[in-house]
């Protein structure tokens, strides 16, 4: 079966930067880039703590950098706690680190009010090109006229997780790359066991979550926003017939929260075997070796819609510098660094994320693990998970609405259409 894989199933084009991202305000100015400073120059970069293995290999690569830059030292020091909050309140105070992690949700504000290195500049003198990276994964940290202010660090998309056991004892056959929409239907009703029951397992375990449904959202042909991030849009018949799908499994007794069945979240209800299935990002898969050592399980791709198109979410965080920082040359040469085929590729050996460039593509880790392989083939057709400056409303409203239908609050078009109405009332008046 053929595959949509086309670019604008947002309402947005990802394929390129010549139209910028219509979300985001660009800044007042045309910087040039700088001349490095002569002599030894020390720079502070800033991220969130994670796992203490993941946190050892940041360390290990801006160890590397300083070994292949000799007048560039690095200072990190990274936030532990609510980064975001933290953040803020250091740019509030004009006390910001030279270099520094941002999210997507930062990268509108801290855009449009100049806090962040146009990068751009200094890409043209490196030869860093934006078609280096995947489009969606960049475009969050651009502005209306196409420049960059800070450059993917690693990504993950969603994939279907399930359990190979379970499958092997229903008798069913691993997914294929074609599956689609009603196979996953089939699949779940088939994995079902003893449903409202205490010793109840469901074929598929989901949440009234955006961040999940949206994937369907956009395979269904269906989008978040208009083209110009102006008005909701999904709630036309592409959205209310993906809602009516995520809800199927609800109504048909094959699908539950994880809350329903005691777990925390999904890849905990996953994990427990209450689910045969869960849709998860590549981060379940460190949880799973922890918490799950002994499970075996396997990644396919989301399923392909009844318009034969594939959708999926793109979960990036980049590297950026502050604009005024003293050393804007030292900053750009650790930012293209650290987003640079070594670090990438060190980070997607360690099995902690994907690589943004599409130059590893054929990185050999991917051969060894083709799970990694399915989630991070999804760049050809995911979205951005980002909404512009009111995405956190958008978020909430959403999955709300998602919520209220599962639950049988209402349904499908009634539940999108109340959503739409509040969306489209921030975005018109803040």
């Not at 941002?102 to 504000?109: A, E, I, R, Y």
């Not at 110009?228 to 007794?253: C, H, I, P, W």
């Not at 793109?314 to 920082?325: D, H, K, L, V, Y």
Request: glycine residues 8%.
């Amino acid at each position: 079966m053929g595959v949509d894989t086309g670019g604008v199933h947002h309402g947005v084009s990802w394929k390129g930067r010549a139209s910028g991202n219509p979300y985001i305000s660009c800044p007042g100015g045309s910087p040039t880039a700088q001349a490095p400073v002569s002599g030894t120059v020390t720079l502070t970069a800033a991220g969130w703590s994670s796992t203490p293995a993941e946190d050892a290999l940041v360390q290990k690569n801006l160890q590397s950098f300083e070994a292949s830059h000799p007048n560039i030292k690095v200072r990190w020091s990274p936030i532990t706690g609510d980064y975001l909050t933290k953040m803020r309140a250091n740019v509030a105070s004009n006390i910001m680190p030279d270099v520094f992690y941002v999210q997507p949700l930062m990268s509108g504000p801290y855009i449009s009010s100049g806090k962040l290195l146009d990068l751009s500049p200094y890409m043209a003198r490196s030869g860093v090109k934006t078609s280096d990276y995947y489009p969606a994964l960049i475009n969050p940290f651009t502005c209306t006229s196409g420049q960059v202010y800070g450059l993917p660090k690693d990504w993950n998309s969603l994939g279907i997780f399930y359990n190979k056991q379970m499958l092997k004892g229903a008798g069913l056959p691993t997914p294929t790359a074609s599956w689609t929409w009603s196979d996953l239907q089939r699949y779940a009703q088939k994995l079902t066991r003893n449903p409202s029951q205490s010793d109840s397992t469901y074929g598929i375990t989901l949440t009234a979550d955006a961040a999940r449904w949206n994937a369907f959202l956009l395979a269904n042909g269906g989008s978040v926003l208009n083209k110009d991030g102006t008005r909701a849009a999904f709630n036309d018949d592409a959205g209310v017939k993906a809602l009516e799908y995520y809800d199927s499994f609800f109504k048909q007794n094959t699908g539950v929260l994880p809350t329903t069945v005691g777990a925390s979240y999904s890849g905990d209800a996953f994990g427990k075997g209450r689910a045969a299935m869960v849709i998860e990002g590549g981060w379940l898969i460190p949880y799973l070796r922890s918490t799950y050592a002994n499970m075996q399980y396997a990644i396919a791709p989301l399923p392909v819609s009844p318009i034969n198109r594939r959708g999926n979410l793109a979960f990036t965080n980049a590297w950026s510098a502050s604009a005024s920082t003293k050393y804007p040359a030292a900053a750009w040469e650790l930012i293209r660094y650290m987003t640079g085929p070594s670090v990438q590729e060190s980070q997607l050996n360690a099995g902690f994320a994907l690589p943004t460039l599409k130059s590893l593509a054929n990185a050999p880790y991917f051969a060894s693990h083709p799970d990694f392989k399915v989630l991070f083939d999804a760049a050809s057709y995911s979205t951005a998970d980002y909404y512009g400056p009111q995405d956190t409303t958008i978020r909430t409203d959403l999955s709300n609405a998602i919520d209220a239908v599962v639950l049988n609050r209402q349904d499908a078009q009634a539940a999108l259409n109340d959503a739409a109405s509040r969306i489209d009332d921030k975005l018109q008046n803040g």
